[in-house]
C-alpha cells in the first residue's frame, strides 16, 4: 500500500503512529478479546480513556480544575446551536467577531436565539484578513463574545485574540486545538470537532469555565445542556467511543512530541516551507490571506486561472497529494497541513508547486 500526502480539510490526517497503534489494539484491546468498540461505556477499560483523554486536554492546553472538558456529539455545527441555547438568554444579547465562513454560520444559527450581533466583519474584504481592534464594537449587554480562531476555507488566522473586557470569551477552535500554545484561562468556552487536529469525526471537545457553566440555562433539552454532560462525565448517554479513544491517543501523541509548544515550532516551520513557495513564485501563486493573518493549519491560494487550478489539483493527486482542492464555495487551492502533516509532506507540495509554477508560468 502506498500511503499519499493527505492535505484533506476534515476528516483530516492521523499521525502515523496512532493509526498504528490502533490497528495492533483493535481486534483484541488490552486482552479483553474484544474491540474497545465493542465494550460498554460503563467498562473500567473505557473509563480509564475517558477520564485520561479528560486530563490529557487539560494538561495540554493549560487548565486546571476550575474548567471541565466535556466530549459530546454533533460536530462544532451543534456548538452553533447549543452555546446560545445555554448562554444566550432570553431578551439578552450576544457579539460575533465573524471573520470568515464559519463563524457566518455560527453568528446565523445563534441569530434564532436572540440578538446575535456582529461586532466585527471583515467579509467586505472577502475574509481575507482579522478585524483591527478599533474595527470591533461590543455592546455593554453581550452575554458572550464569539470568535473563530482559524477560518478553516478562508485560511484566516488570529496570530492574538482581540481584548473583549469582562465579556465571556468563546472560541470555535476546531481548526486549530492544540497546533500551538495558548493562555486557556482567557476563554469561558472553547468548542472543537475533532476531526482537524484532535482524531477522527464523531467526538467534539469543549472546554468550559466551571463558574460560567453555573450560569447555564437550566430549560435546554437534557442531551443539548452543557451541564448533563458535565455532571455525569460525557457518560449521560452512550458516548462515541472509538472517537474517544482515538481522541486520547491522538493527545498521547501530542504530549510525547513536544506538548502544544512542539506542535506549534514545527506548524510554523511547515506553514513556512509553503508560503514560500507561494511568495517565491512571482505571482503566479496569490495567498488568500494578508500576511499577517495567515493561517498556520489551512494556506489558501489561487493560481492565475481557474483553468490552471484544476489542471494543478489534477497533477497533484498523480504526484500523490489528496485534498488540495478548495472549498467548494471560494475555490481556489486549499493546503490543510493539521499537526499530523509531516515537513516532508509540506516539503513535497512546495517542491511540486515551484515544478508546476515554472512549467505554466
Ligand atoms: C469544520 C469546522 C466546523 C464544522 O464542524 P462539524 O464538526 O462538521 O460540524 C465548524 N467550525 C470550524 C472552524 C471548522 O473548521
Known amino acids: 500500500m502506498s500511503k499519499v500526502y493527505n492535505f484533506n480539510a476534515g476528516p483530516a490526517i492521523l499521525p502515523q503512529a496512532v493509526l498504528e497503534r490502533a490497528r495492533a489494539e483493535l481486534l483484541d484491546y488490552q486482552g479483553r478479546g474484544m474491540s474497545i468498540m465493542e465494550m460498554s461505556h460503563r ?124 465579556h465571556p470569551l468563546v472560541a470555535d477552535m476546531s481548526s486549530d486545538i492544540l497546533s500551538r500554545p495558548i493562555d486557556a484561562s482567557k476563554f469561558a468556552l472553547i468548542y472543537a470537532g475533532a476531526q482537524k487536529n484532535l482524531g477522527p469525526s464523531g467526538v467534539t471537545v469543549v472546554l468550559i469555565r466551571q463558574s460560567w457553566l453555573d450560569t447555564a440555562a437550566k430549560t ?55 508560503y514560500q513557495a507561494i511568495d517565491g513564485s512571482n505571482g503566479f501563486y496569490r495567498g488568500h490571506a494578508a500576511p499577517a493573518d495567515r493561517s498556520r493549519m489551512n494556506v489558501t491560494f489561487r493560481l492565475p486561472s481557474e483553468a490552471l487550478e484544476k489542471q494543478f489539483v489534477a497533477e497533484s493527486v498523480a504526484a500523490n497529494m489528496v485534498g488540495l482542492a478548495g472549498h467548494r464555495s471560494v475555490g481556489g487551492i486549499r493546503a490543510s497541513i493539521y499537526n499530523a502533516m509531516t515537513p516532508e509532506g509540506c516539503q513535497a507540495l512546495a517542491a511540486f508547486m515551484g515544478e508546476f509554477a515554472r512549467k505554466n508560468g
Open 220 to 274: 435546554p433539552p437534557t442531551m443539548l445542556r452543557y451541564g448533563t454532560h458535565a455532571k455525569n462525565n460525557s457518560l449521560y448517554n452512550t458516548p462515541p467511543v472509538f472517537g474517544v479513544y482515538m481522541l486520547n491517543l491522538v493527545l498521547e501523541w501530542i504530549e510525547e512530541n513536544g506538548g502544544v509548544e512542539g506542535m506549534a515550532a514545527r506548524n510554523e516551520q511547515k506553514a513556512a516551507i509553503i
Open 43 to 166: 467498562s473500567k477499560e473505557f473509563e480509564a480513556i475517558n477520564s485520561g483523554a479528560e486530563a490529557a486536554f487539560k494538561r495540554l492546553i493549560g487548565v486546571g480544575d476550575d474548567y471541565r472538558v466535556l466530549f459530546v456529539q454533533g460536530g462544532a455545527s451543534t456548538q452553533f446551536a447549543m452555546l446560545p441555547m445555554n448562554f444566550l438568554p432570553p431578551g439578552g444579547a450576544a457579539d460575533y467577531i465573524v471573520t470568515g465562513a464559519w463563524g457566518e454560520k455560527a453568528q446565523e444559527e445563534a441569530s434564532k436565539f436572540g440578538r446575535a450581533n456582529i461586532a466585527a466583519s471583515t467579509k467586505d474584504s472577502n475574509y481575507s484578513r482579522n478585524p483591527r481592534a478599533d474595527e470591533i464594537t461590543l455592546s455593554d449587554d453581550a452575554a458572550y463574545v464569539h470568535l473563530t480562531s482559524n477560518e478553516t476555507i478562508q485560511g484566516v488566522q488570529f496570530p492574538a485574540f482581540p481584548d473583549v473586557g469582562a
